[in-house]
Nanobody, 127 residues
Framework: VQLQASGGGLVQAGGSLRVSCTVSGGTFSSYAMGWFRQAPGKEREFVAIINWSGMVTYYADSVKGRFTISRDNAMNVVYLQMNSLKPEDTAVYYC?????????????????????WGQGTQVTVSS
């Protein structure tokens, strides 16, 4: 299973950006998918997760109401739409896949629960 993230860039505070993650190999439609981010000098943190069907999502409090995670199982892509961006959203954004059998039923927020990771895409929000 390989994950390829794209779509990062530089945006002004208050702006919007959408990052994407294309998955190849495996059975994408059965995986829970998550987005994490890591700012310089900080630990990687959970941002959002979506279940296999796209019907269940969960967000970190810091992004709730501003970010939206979605997926297209026909195209093997998961998206993170980011609106009302703040300078504190600046980080490298990583997509991750949970291919474990339990991931079909339970959404997880710990990075250690994910077994496949993309290479990350930089998002920079200027003030």
């Amino acid at each position: 299973v390989q994950l390829q993230a794209s779509g990062g860039g530089l945006v002004q505070a208050g702006g919007s950006l959408r990052v994407s993650c294309t998955v190849s190999g495996g059975t994408f439609s059965s995986y829970a998918m998550g987005w994490f981010r890591q700012a310089p000098g900080k630990e990687r943190e959970f941002v959002a997760i979506i279940n296999w069907s796209g019907m269940v999502t969960y967000y970190a409090d810091s992004v709730k109401g501003r970010f939206t995670i979605s997926r297209d199982n026909a195209m093997n892509v998961v998206y993170l739409q980011m609106n009302s961006l703040k300078p504190e959203d600046t980080a490298v954004y990583y997509c991750a896949g949970d291919t474990s059998p339990s991931g079909y039923y339970y959404l997880k927020r710990l990075a250690s629960d994910y077994d496949y990771w993309g290479q990350g895409t930089q998002v920079t929000v200027s003030s």
